[in-house]
């Protein structure tokens, strides 16, 4: 009897009704026919932002303005994952154990440019979480009687982790509350200033875009006046890639975490860990890495079995996303943001907590009504908007100051949407 061969093709035939298992394509991707001077001009034209939602399949039940959870997929890319679902479940160990190592390594490929690093420096991982509890966990250039140091708008895990790390080290921990309202110019002298008081500290980790009041620190700047003073920097970027213009080379680190399933529209369960090839020894190999692994980047994540259809989707999301462009979701983001805040900045009772320079937010801005700052008083206004004027947004907790209502758009809300909020909060406040 003849040996049977199995190829390529024939593995993946049973799943030629639905599409092959193809990578870095999209051929559902939307054909956009308008494309204006700049980015601002395409920012506030309706018409073409209406049929970008239009690939998305949005509930009408409700005005979705929680959008930080994570990120609607993209009907292209929501096919493509399906696609992948169907014939990976089909294919089973058989394409796991023979082939998808070879596709996971076009993905990462892929990741690696669109995130501007080498190859060699990104690990995809589930989310931008694991990506920095590995960073925070695996830092191994602490000594007894050095200190780390995070802020309030930091993420609550991510300052567990810090505080896990400096006891296991025998580290102090510095704890600082972000001014405000703060300038872009203050938060550079803010921590500066707090780095310089504190010369014990080697390890800070910084938050782009914080999750809880969508502030975007000048990371770049930060970092290099933390490495000056012999601080190394873990970013967290969990929020930062889809929702703004950047890549690796604008957030000057060394260490960072990212996730693609929020701005960018992957599947969930997706992210990425960067660290610059010349500091790879100073993240510790994971404690289930076998010693093959020590000196790899791969070494410093150990996911287990990982959702394979997710994470060849990931070609698919980077095609839609930059079918868009970079810089006109940034700034459709941004217009979103600003239609409501404009609206409302006559409230005297309103607090919004992100100032109005764009080098200070994308999308993401928190308020609180004054003197309502304790986290039952903003669960109550999240659910009043929901309530009276279908309008979803969530609180948020752990800012100095007090509690806060997150307001975060994503690209396939409208003008009207934000216009709805700006009347609601002018009722809730009158």
């Known amino acids: 009897m003849a040996a049977m061969k199995i190829s390529r093709r024939s593995l993946f035939r049973g799943a030629a009704a639905m ?19 700049t980015a601002m001009a395409l920012a506030s034209d309706e018409r073409f932002w209406a049929q970008i939602a239009k690939d998305f399949d949005i509930s009408p039940d409700i005005i979705n303005l929680e959008n930080g959870y994570w990120g609607l997929m993209a009907r292209p890319v929501l096919e493509d994952y399906i696609v992948h679902t169907r014939a990976v479940n089909r294919n089973n160990s058989f394409y796991a154990r023979r082939e998808y190592n070879k596709d996971a390594a076009a993905v990462l490929t892929r990741t690696a440019a669109a995130l501007g690093a080498d190859e060699g420096e990104i690990a995809i991982t589930r989310g931008a979480t694991e990506a920095l509890q590995a960073l925070i966990g695996g830092y191994d250039k602490l000594k007894p009687g050095d200190a780390v140091m995070y802020a309030d708008l930091d993420y ?26 703060v300038s872009y110019d203050q938060l550079i002298e803010f921590y500066t200033e707090a780095l310089a008081a504190n010369p014990r500290v080697r390890l800070l980790l910084l938050t782009h875009i914080s999750h809880r009041t969508g502030l975007m620190i000048p990371v770049k700047a930060i970092t290099k006046a933390a490495r ?115 609206a409302v900045s006559d409230l005297e009772m309103l607090e919004i907590l992100t100032p ?41 907790d752990g800012v100095a100051k007090g509690a806060c209502v997150r307001v975060t758009p994503a690209i396939y809300n409208s003008a009207d949407d934000c216009h709805r909020l700006a009347m609601a909060l002018r009722k809730i406040t009158t």
């Open 19 to 37: 599409g092959a298992l193809s990578l870095g394509t999209n051929s559902a991707a939307p054909a956009f026919s308008r494309q204006p001077e």
């Open 356 to 396: 109005n320079d764009e080098r200070l937010h994308g999308g993401i801005t928190s308020f609180r009504l004054r003197g309502k700052t304790s986290v039952d008083d903003n669960k109550a206004i999240a659910e009043r908007l929901v309530q009276e004027f279908g309008i979803f947004t969530t609180h948020r």
């Open 156 to 181: 609550y895990s991510m300052k567990s982790a810090m505080d896990w790390t400096a006891k296991r080290h025998g580290c102090d921990v510095v704890r600082l509350e972000i001014p405000q309202p």
């Open 228 to 342: 000056a003073m012999g601080v190394d920097v873990i970013v967290d970027a969990a929020h930062s890639f889809g929702q703004v213009d950047i890549k690796i080379e604008d957030l000057g680190a060394d260490f960072i975490g990212f996730n693609l399933h929020k701005w960018i529209g992957a599947p969930i369960g997706t992210g990425a860990m960067y660290i610059r090839k010349t500091r790879l020894e100073d993240i510790a190999p994971n404690l289930a890495s076998d010693s093959s692994e020590k000196h790899r980047l791969s070494g410093r994540i150990h996911t287990g079995t990982s959702n394979f259809a997710a994470i060849l989707t990931l070609p698919a999301a980077f095609d839609y996303h930059e079918r868009i462009g970079r810089q006109n979701k940034q700034a459709r983001l941004r217009y979103l943001r600003n239609l409501w805040v404009e």
